[in-house]
Nanobody, 124 residues
């Protein structure tokens, strides 16, 4: 049974930082592209960042603007999202997701496994 478990969410002020973690189990982690998506109230789920199986290639949404960094530790079956200079617009539930294949996708439908999500709230 595949499980993706996010942690690290919470409340912070604008300009602050948070680091999300996603621990994976039940799959061969280094075979899977990993990504973060987010969904704000009343909005569709949107792509945030992704990293390929080796960790050498990453892809970010335009709104990240250099503020977030995705990384992975294949030895620990974990993917991270370091978020700096947070803005109120970053308030959302953040989801970890796993995609099979070799080409990073920004489409949620291409991701097979999802975590339960972790809430990020940024106060202005």
């Amino acid at each position: 049974q595949v499980q993706l478990v996010e942690s690290g969410g919470g409340l912070t002020q604008a300009g602050g930082s948070l680091r999300l973690s996603c621990a994976a189990s039940g799959l061969t982690f280094n075979y899977w592209i990993m990504a973060w998506f987010r969904q704000a109230p009343g909005k569709e789920r949107e792509f945030v960042a992704a990293i390929n199986t080796s960790g050498r290639r990453t892809n970010y949404a335009d709104f990240v603007s250099g503020r977030f960094t995705i990384s992975r530790d294949n030895a620990k079956n974990t993917v991270f999202l370091q978020m700096n200079v947070l803005e109120s617009a970053d308030t959302a539930v953040y989801y970890c997701a796993a995609q099979a294949g070799v080409q990073i996708s920004v489409r949620a439908n291409d991701y097979l496994y999802w975590g339960q999500g972790t809430q990020i709230t940024v106060s202005s």
